[in-house]
């Protein structure tokens, strides 16, 4: 509502949501009011209040993952001396699979456990915007962002099997955090008047960030009862007790211009000098210039014949950013103290190395493209390439040699990498009649990240290919390589019979040891391979499966990835579906390792059942074998193609004609229902193949069974009186 001089408007909300496993779930709520206030044709205030509270409850660690292994015949429940199921959840301290601390009740832990984190949030914001000519503005923005988050965690001892002394038993945790940023942009607008060929825009800005946090946490267990609240004494000595306080600044300035000659020729440039208190002082401030063209071809009067095209343009672009890393006080020295005492002193020790050399990352873009529309605006398409270098890429918990005294930094400038690719996006009316409508659009990219330099000194290499399960996959950083490689072992089945055994060299012949016996397969030079046991490539034919067979197995960056679908309009209803896309992407498969291994007492997927079991048998499934060395290194048998079709949405709409709802007393009325995610076509094994990101490299392409995509149906109706 509002007058003349002043307009307001006020909404709120608010969302109660059940998460797809037992427990979780959240609830949103939130309040926005704005007022605007004409003083006068050339002062202008304005004032926003923002607010909302959230509630989110969390699952326990790996609680899907150990729902699948655990064994299906262990009891949920403790039962009488009948056999009849009681109230009380069954945790044996110690079973067949190993000890209740990490084997413990799933159902009681979702029933049971807590995990909310709660988050207060107040955001006012400020304008004010003053027009002294018609050609030149200036306006200023003050903002203040306050978050107060509080985290509660509670571990109950009826969920675990472990003894009451355990530090795990009804573990409580709560950690009270908040920050508050002070942000402000002055930005000055000059727009001249240069007559019907030129058009002028230059601007320039400058903006501020200044963000305080602090937090305060307590931990705490062994508590006489299920109390989920932290007591302070109940065994401090094996939780926790601290705080910490931190703050950040950073500045910028801005420049800007762009200019169109006879509505065909476009030129844009900007720079941008940025300061951030989180680098040293010798590379505290980085300047960032960028600068990009148009040129509108089919204004041209050489173009004035070709009647069917409606737009034809070309585009360049060339520029650059800088990020920073997400950590305070690099440039300094930080020191801690031992967590025990020496006559009733507790020694202290540097903790980080003082990064003063830390630089910016510099991200170099250049783009090229063109869009093209055809047959009076039925065909749009538009077509970009692109090259994107990072320079000197800032990388967390980088490992390096411990002979300097650390095993691992907080942040490095590890090397360079460069994104390069394409991106296509079409749309096309099909048919555009008055009483139907078909338009369909389609988008494809195609993108290919590859490491050009890696910083001398680096440890650059996860897993061990000599371990099984999922640290048998090694993941490494190499230069002319994308990030999220993979390495491992290339699987040939199993070892059928005895005889299949033989070592031969790279001639198909048996090899021989010196005394004339035909030598057999071996791993690691320690353990005979025998029949049954998962068979893997001798790249060098020495007869010892090693690390000198490891190979590049694939990367979890996909070929192509896109998305396409209708809209379709008859009278009154409109429909519309998109569908979205990944083809050739990698992913390790965790829930399918774990859950094929038969080398432990963990539960097992159907796979089991076509095992080997004796000598001749024909399968792609090795033996039940416990403690086994070799059935489960890191392989591309665990490594699928995660490609997969989705349809990703799909809308039903229908508005009542303006005869009824004009009898109802309306001015519209519409109905509609929508889905999300009700189909995927793939045939990869696991619960969801739209996972495996990751922002650490060596975590990229894993899926740890994460919950799933859930099927959303939305029915709405929509009424304007």
């Not at 573990?171 to 940023?181: H, P, Q, R, T, W």
């Not at 992407?585 to 080997?612: F, G, K, P, V, Y």
């Amino acid at each position: 509502g509002g007058g003349e001089k002043a307009l307001y408007r006020i909404s709120a909300s608010a969302k109660n949501e059940e998460g797809t496993t037992v427990g979780t779930g959240s609830d949103v709520y939130t309040a926005r009011s704005i007022l605007d206030y004409n003083i006068s044709d050339k002062l202008m205030i304005s004032s926003e209040l923002s607010y909302s509270h959230s509630s989110v409850d969390k699952s326990f660690k790996n609680i899907r993952s150990l729902a699948l292994v655990k064994m299906p015949n262990m009891a949920i429940y403790e039962q009488d001396s009948e056999g009849n199921p009681t109230d009380t959840y069954f945790t044996p301290i110690s079973n067949i699979q190993g000890d209740g601390d990490d084997y413990y009740n799933p159902v009681a832990m979702a029933n049971n456990y807590t995990y909310n984190v709660e988050v207060n949030r107040i955001t006012p914001v400020f304008k004010v915007r003053y027009r002294p000519f018609p050609s030149l503005s200036f306006s200023t923005t003050i903002s203040y962002d306050t978050k107060n988050t509080k985290t509660t965690k509670f571990t109950p001892e009826e969920a675990l099997g472990t003894y009451w002394s355990n530090t795990s038993n009804n573990y409580s945790y709560f950690n009270d955090s908040e920050f508050s940023l002070l942000s402000t942009r002055s930005q000055l607008v000059w727009e001249p008047k240069l007559g019907v060929n030129h058009s002028l825009f230059v601007g320039g800005t400058f903006t501020s960030d200044d963000k305080i946090s602090q937090s305060y946490a307590v931990a705490t267990s062994n508590t006489a009862s299920s109390l989920e609240t932290v007591v302070v004494g109940a065994n401090i000595e094996d939780g926790s007790l601290g705080s910490s306080a931190s703050q950040y600044r950073k500045v910028g300035w801005n420049g800007s211009f762009n200019y169109m000659f006879l509505d065909r020729y476009i030129i844009s440039g900007s720079g941008r000098y940025e300061g951030n208190s989180r680098f040293g002082n010798d590379y505290r401030y980085g300047l960032f210039p960028s600068m990009s063209a148009r040129w509108i071809v089919s204004k041209e009067r050489f173009m004035e014949s070709i009647k069917f095209i409606n737009e034809f343009s070309l585009r360049f672009s060339y520029g650059l950013n800088g990020n920073a890393p997400d950590d305070n006080y690099l440039a300094y020295n930080t020191y801690s103290t031992y967590s025990y005492d020496y006559l009733d002193m507790s020694a202290s020790y540097p903790s980080s190395i003082e990064l003063d050399g830390l630089k910016w990352e510099t991200v170099i873009q250049k783009n090229i493209g063109f869009n093209l529309v055809l047959w009076k605006h039925r065909i749009n398409a538009d077509v970009e390439f692109y090259s994107k270098v990072t320079e000197d890429m800032l990388v967390e918990d980088s490992d390096i040699p411990s002979t300097s005294g650390f095993s691992s930094l907080d942040w490095v400038n590890q090397g360079n990498m460069e994104n390069k690719g394409w991106e296509i996006s079409v749309f096309a009316k099909v048919v555009n009649k008055k009483n139907f409508k078909l338009d369909f659009n389609f988008n494809l990219s195609r993108n290919e990240n590859i490491i050009t330099k890696i910083v001398d000194g680096m440890d650059v290499e996860e897993g061990d290919p000599l371990e099984t399960g999922e640290g048998g996959y090694l993941k490494r950083l190499q230069e002319g390589l994308p990030i999220g490689s993979f390495y491992g072992y290339h699987s040939k089945g199993v070892y059928s019979t005895s005889e299949d055994l033989y070592a031969y060299d790279e001639n198909g012949d048996v090899i021989y040891d010196i005394d004339g016996t035909a030598k057999t397969m071996r791993f690691n030079n320690s353990y005979s391979f025998n029949a049954g046991d998962a068979k893997y490539q001798d790249m060098n034919h020495d007869g010892n499966i090693n690390r000198l067979d490891v190979v590049y197995l694939g990367n979890a960056n996909p070929l192509l990835y896109g998305g396409f679908g209708p809209n379709i309009t008859y009278k009154n209803l409109q429909f519309n579906a998109f569908f979205n896309f990944r083809y050739k992407q990698d992913l390790i498969n965790i829930a399918r390792l774990n859950t094929e291994s038969m080398d432990d007492w963990d539960n097992q997927n159907t796979a089991a059942l076509r095992r080997w079991r004796s000598e001749g048998d024909e399968t792609d499934i090795p033996r039940a074998y416990y403690n086994s060395q070799v059935n489960t290194l890191g392989s591309d048998r665990f490594l699928e193609d995660a490609s997969y079709l989705r349809l990703k949405s799909l809308t039903l709409k229908y508005n009542f004609s303006k005869n009824l709802i004009s009898k109802l007393g309306f001015t519209k009325l519409m109905v509609y229902a929508t889905g999300s995610n009700l189909l995927t076509f793939t045939k990869y094994l696991g619960c969801d193949p739209e996972t495996g990101t990751d922002d650490d490299w060596d975590e990229l392409g894993y899926d740890d069974n994460k919950t799933p995509r859930s099927k959303q149906i939305t029915f709405g109706i929509n009424v304007q009186f």
